[in-house]
């Protein structure tokens, strides 16, 4: 992908034209210093998308949300962490209250709210500080980079960093914005936590043309962090498209326009996704697994996620241990059908390169540059199948001590 | 399981008449004080049979003892741990030599040796300890428990405890012994590390009907434990009957005697596999999924699977947190078609059934009586679709700080 016609700008959501967003302290949680109810509105209906968990068993809000976009329009988001308004009997009932009460205060349509939540399971979500909180959220929308960040903090759960970014590009003869905030975490396995994203753009673009750009960009990033199938009960991607950059209206999932929006949105979900990795429980480092020389794209996913989703890789990065034999175990696991022999495995990262396995089998290299590479904050594992011409991404962490503590008691 | 006509005796694999065994320091391991090399050898050549990993990399110890194992016949059994002889190019030719040479020793046909190997992949596996090792462990051979325990000793890895059972029972009016050894850990998912098993018996029984029995108890114990498909590069598990019971020989998988035979055959399964479970790396407590209600066996396996598996839930018994709400999405991203609404999950242990979950949805408890029912060593998770009369049983244990100081740093 040729990122050099893409600029990154501060802004978040707050960005693309026509967005306003904060996030407040609502009292969903105890803590008074942790921001946990977020707001994003439009000026105008604008056209959106969504792509939702595959998760059985999903959150009432997800249910709710899914409802809302299936006209394609949309104009406000609403989102709490603390708690996930899942598996509890009033769950629609105080997701279908939250989107009237915010729907009522700004005199928009029901339907046109995105409701999502975050939290803990199986305990019911108390509306009563998100009713007090719609209003005082109302008088501090801001269309600033401040609005976004605030937004940004309210949706953390175990995150430790905010997860921000934006970009400008030229489309169509005009200047199109992109932006968007995401939260996610619980990364032992790369999917198990649930992980949130709103996007905004003030590009204009027709509907199912978003979606089918939103589907895209999700499929080469999103998921391979987020396992396909392997989702929690509320994991949600929305992005809402104002228009307002006055671009002719790409009513196609081809052409330039088409192409230069769809690899912005590639980008910023590339980017968001990678935050999420690297800001795994308890991570030390981001780890990003190449598979290079496949004989499919499908083959190529499957081997990097099984290399990625590996506690025993994970555990082995945390220790900057060169055991590759578990990474090629890994590769035998998952399923695809490839020839041992051909493969070539070699970890890398600011560092230099370290090949550690051709043709299946050892190949001598130096403890000492081993820690060296291994020690770097982004570590790539790459396993070259040479077998074919298709490669993938997967995108994890490492797995350290940290990750037991924060999940060893999350409901306290 | 009518087990009240399995009487549990001492022995292990030298329980079973015609077996002797034992174990010693060879050499594989710096550390002379841990044992590294095993050995059991029949009277005579036995009827055998043996199942392996069924992941796409495995190593030569393995396709080496499936070729020997075609035939239904083996005499003698010898494993190191230490190294795993696996990806190394010269892997075939080591693990060749080493049935050659015992073949020798033994005077015994070189088909008739079984061989494995666990520990480190991708280092050349030294063979001088081993042919050093061959006739000292052959003077030592004993056909007694502390035989058995040596041979045991010297398979372990990062086993913290011996595994080790075996039974007497009536079959065909004779009296039958069955016995086995295995080690097994690495488990944040239950299924990456090697697990290695051999058992032994006096029972008389066609090889085809002794591999039928070997693979029925497998799937229902082992394979509960060591997730199919994600196994790693060694696993093995072998069996031989040395046929002197003196029951009629045992030569169709139906009747009493096959019966009996096959029903203590998954009990010692059962035991050893949840001894692994138990003994996971790092692990404080053994967890059992038990799934009920389902629509058919596999929906069964697959859910009680999904839970066992998960790291949030592992974390979660660590803390003795009973966050149902990470069994239910477990369930959920299993890949299985249930009905949420008709879910009921509680935890139990000897300290009592402590119902969380009804109908999909929040059920309220004492957070008291949670903590004392989750402290205890041996924890079930039992979730009832109420969708069918299917069940299934899954092995595990807890997610602990131990297991990423044991699995950061292996190969040191």
Chains 1, 2 share one sequence.
């Not at 800001?279 to 190529?300: F, M, S, W």
Request: proline share 2%.
């Amino acid at each position: 992908m040729n990122t050099s016609i893409y600029t990154e700008i501060p802004g978040g959501v707050c960005a693309a034209e026509g967005f306003k967003a904060y996030g407040i302290h609502a009292g969903m949680r105890k803590n008074a210093a942790k921001l946990d109810l977020a707001m994003i509105v439009a000026d105008n209906v604008c056209n959106a998308a969504g792509v939702f968990t595959r998760n059985k068993v999903f959150a009432a809000p997800v249910g709710v949300t899914r409802a809302h976009l299936a006209d394609g329009k949309a104009q406000a988001v609403i989102c709490n962490s603390g708690n996930a308004n899942a598996c509890t009997p009033d769950g629609y009932e105080t997701a279908n209250a939250t989107c009237k009460a915010l729907a009522e205060a700004l005199n928009i349509k029901e339907n046109n709210v995105i409701v999502a939540s975050t939290g803990v399971i199986g305990v019911s979500l108390n509306t009563e500080p998100i009713m007090k909180g719609i209003p005082v959220l109302l008088e501090k929308l801001e269309a600033t980079a401040e609005g976004s960040d605030k937004a940004a903090l309210a949706i953390m759960t175990t995150d430790t960093k905010k997860k921000e970014f934006s970009f400008s590009f030229e489309c169509g003869g005009k200047t199109v914005k992109l932006g968007g905030i995401c939260k996610g975490s619980g990364m032992i396995h790369p999917n198990m936590g649930t992980m949130l994203c709103f996007l905004t753009t003030d590009c204009a673009i027709a509907s199912d043309v978003l979606n089918t750009a939103l589907h895209a960009a999700i499929d080469d990033t999103f998921n391979m962090v987020t396992v396909d199938g392997d989702t929690s009960t509320n994991d949600t991607v929305t992005i809402l498209a104002s228009g307002k950059a006055g671009n002719d209206e790409i009513t196609a999932a081809e052409g330039e326009a088409y192409e230069a929006f769809a690899g912005a949105l590639k980008l910023l979900c590339y980017k968001l996704a990678t935050s999420i990795a690297a800001d795994g429980e308890g991570a030390t480092k981001l780890l990003i697994c190449n598979v290079t020389g496949a004989r499919n794209t499908e083959d190529a996913r499957v081997l990097a996620k099984s290399v990625i989703a590996s506690s025993l890789v994970k555990a082995a990065m945390f220790g900057a241990d060169a055991n590759w034999g578990r990474v090629i175990c890994a590769l035998g696991y998952s399923g695809v059908d490839f020839d041992t022999s051909k493969v070539d495995i070699s970890f890398s990262s600011a560092k230099g390169t370290l090949p550690v396995c051709k043709n299946g089998g050892s190949f001598e290299f130096s403890e000492e540059f081993a820690k060296e590479v291994l020690t770097e904050k982004t570590v790539e594992i790459n396993c070259e199948m040479n077998d074919g011409d298709a490669s993938a991404q997967a995108y994890g962490c490492d797995l350290s001590y940290e990750y037991v503590r924060i999940n060893g008691d999350y409901r306290s």
